[in-house]
């Protein structure tokens, strides 16, 4: 393997005759040695590496070659659109090239969720019903059908032109109606080409819901796998627990129970099986609606604020409710009716996690119920953290490397590493080459009052005004509330208007691709983002010179995910503020402060308007866990950073 990326990064070497003007970087040489090092050795691997080590392309080498020399497979996982699509439309064709100097033929394939992909049954279906329309939605249709006939497409992306959710969720390969699929389903043939692949590219969301489903019944959608990559590591906790958390409600029962008793199957039951079957199902109801309605009636005394959530403490009474569904799916399967084996194994599995909920058992899980203006109740659990559910499971069974620009604490990965439940494991961390001494400067104000103060919103429309006059534009503003954005564009809109700025504001459901393409062509544009604005902005050269964060991104202590971390901590006698508000704070800080310096051709400023960055005994710390760069608390230092 060292042999092999040697002759690769050398200059003069593979790299070289594919990359024009490629010179070795340290940086990627050393996460290349150490990942294939830890592949050939089957050892865990945490790295963290900076901007521009160009840490994808020193992953994917060492995996491919190991991959396709031992014949395994690598899943290959990102959290962002824009990092897939870097790493299938130019760094594996580049890997794949230099498999072929090597003599070896790697074969990789993408996979995302079904709801990417097309159901050419369902598209024959509504282009047959469309066929005389003389609608747009027809014209979309027929294009579809051109696409898929002549040309194969079967992936949203690929298709050329957008296509509004509303339609494609008619076409598209979720709850496909055919049971038997034909040689033509977009999901068969993309299982075909998943067994033949080395490496297989997806994300978070879908690799975690393969996991679920694997730990459930010991089979997924992803073919068996030998490693794991996780590129974004930082973002593996959220999206972990969130495809673990159980959800149960009535309207999720009475849904359940609507398709059952509407089966032509159930409908050819004789009058005394289907009145026995429907009092059982009357007496499920009465017992699950007066549940809900106790701990709706709960919560509404006991909840004290407007959270919308209960972090429920001990067991709930719901042994009556489960065995009230437990007669009713044992009369059903007495009467041997056919095809609705489906509908009952999902109205067992609700049982099942109603039954977990209820018991309150597992201190690892948090246990809640939300609550909406209608007073409609939702019970949940969900994991503290991945490690509950990934030290078996994941840790255990493949090697895993985990690879992001954030996810050491100082100079150790020991928060991290507890919290994904990775116990011995190697690690690397390597600098990022760009020269931020010399290219970035970061400033707080010396005028900013405190976040919490009146003053404070105010206070950020009027310094942004101060700030863009300095800089013209080219700016990222990163918020941690929807609700301050929407309040900051509100003021700051008539001062852009007048002064022929470019203003947007994220919106729900808006493209961040489209608004990050007005960042890049006009450089009076100021752009004001919240959650998915932290990573994933890719804006090299000089149109992105300034970002600013009004907050501290501190997370959201009214979770309930984040509750009852804090609680466990406390509980055990330790600081939640330095053993998870802090660390966590700093994984995000860092996410942001990354989105100024995305080449070397990067220069310009990250203003923080928060004054604790100061003010607090830990703004030293803060500081430090920065890329180190000159520190100012006048905005008119800009001036000093700033490209002309």
């Known amino acids: 393997m060292q042999s092999f990326i040697q002759r690769t990064f ?331 084996s489906e509908i009952l194994d999902r109205i067992f599995e609700g049982n099942d996690s109603l039954d977990f909920i209820g018991q309150v058992e597992k201190k690892s899980w948090a246990y809640w119920a939300t609550s909406d203006k209608k007073k409609n109740v939702v019970l949940h659990a969900a994991p503290l953290f991945p490690k509950v559910v990934l030290a078996y499971g994941l840790f255990d069974k493949v090697t895993v490397i985990m690879a992001s620009a954030t996810i050491a604490t100082g100079d150790n990965f020991n928060f991290f590493a507890g919290r994904v439940g990775v116990k011995e494991y190697s690690s690397i961390i390597v600098g990022s080459p760009f020269d931020y001494a010399n290219k970035a400067m970061l400033i707080c104000p010396d005028d900013a009052p405190d976040p919490g103060s009146r003053e404070f919103i105010p206070y950020i429309s009027e310094k942004l005004q101060d700030i863009i006059m300095y800089s013209g534009g080219r700016m990222l503003v990163l918020f941690t509330s929807m609700e301050k954005m929407k309040r900051v564009h509100q003021d700051m809109s008539s001062f852009c208007r007048e002064n022929g700025y470019n203003l947007i504001a994220q919106q729900p459901g808006s493209s961040r691709e489209e608004i990050i393409g007005q960042l890049k062509s006009n450089p009076k544009t100021i752009v004001l983002g919240c959650t998915s604005f932290w990573t994933g902005v890719d804006v090299p050269g000089d149109a992105l010179t300034t970002v600013v964060i009004p907050n501290l991104p501190f997370p959201m202590p009214n979770e309930p995910l984040i509750q009852a971390q804090l609680k466990l901590i406390e509980d055990a006698g330790r600081s939640s503020f330095f053993d998870y508000m802090f660390p966590k704070m700093m994984t995000k800080l860092k996410q942001g402060f990354g989105r100024l310096n995305r080449s070397m051709a990067c220069q310009g400023v990250v203003v923080i308007l928060d004054n604790r960055l100061v003010k607090k005994r830990y703004g030293a710390m803060i500081r430090h866990g920065l890329p180190s760069c000159p520190f100012s608390r006048q905005i008119d230092n800009m001036i000093n950073i700033l490209p002309c």
């Open 10 to 340: 050398q200059q003069g070497g593979h790299l070289s005759k594919i990359v024009a003007g490629y010179s070795p970087r340290a940086p990627q040489i050393q996460i290349s040695s150490k990942v294939g090092e830890c592949l050939e050795e089957e050892r865990h691997l945490l790295c963290e590496a900076g901007t521009g080590t160009g840490k994808s392309l020193g992953y994917l080498l060492p995996a491919a070659k190991w991959a396709v020399q031992n014949n395994k497979k690598v899943i290959i996982c990102t959290h962002t659109i824009p990092l897939m699509n870097q790493i299938l439309n130019t760094e594996l064709p580049r890997v794949s090239q230099i498999m072929q100097m090597e003599n070896l033929n790697l074969r990789y394939k993408l996979i995302k969720g079904k709801s990417h992909y097309l159901c050419r049954s369902k598209l024959k279906n509504l282009h047959r019903e469309l066929e005389n329309s003389n609608t747009r939605e027809g014209e979309i249709i027929y294009k579809i059908m051109v696409l898929a006939e002549k040309e194969n497409i079967i992936d949203r992306a690929e298709l050329g032109f957008q296509v509004e959710d509303q339609l494609w969720n008619r076409i598209s390969a979720s709850f496909c109606p055919i049971k038997n699929k034909s040689g033509e389903c977009a999901l068969e043939l993309n299982k075909v080409g998943l067994k033949g692949a080395h490496i297989i590219v997806t994300n978070h969301a879908y690799f975690f819901n393969d996991l679920v489903l694997r730990k459930k019944t010991g089979n997924g959608n992803l073919p068996p796998y030998d490693a794991v990559i996780f590129d974004e590591a930082h973002e593996i906790e959220d999206v972990c627990c969130n495809a673990f958390e159980k959800k149960v409600d009535v309207q999720l029962f009475e849904s359940l129970f609507n398709q059952f008793f509407s089966h032509e199957q159930v409908l050819k039951l004789g009058l005394d099986s289907r009145l026995k079957l429907s009092d059982l199902h009357r007496d499920f109801q009465r017992q699950i609606e007066d549940l809900y309605e106790g701990i709706s009636n709960y919560m509404s005394r006991n909840q004290g604020n407007d959270a919308g959530f209960y972090l429920i403490p001990s067991k709930i009474a719901i042994d009556g409710v489960c065995t009230a569904l437990g007669d009713f799916i044992k009369a059903a399967k007495e009467m041997k009716i056919k095809n609705v």
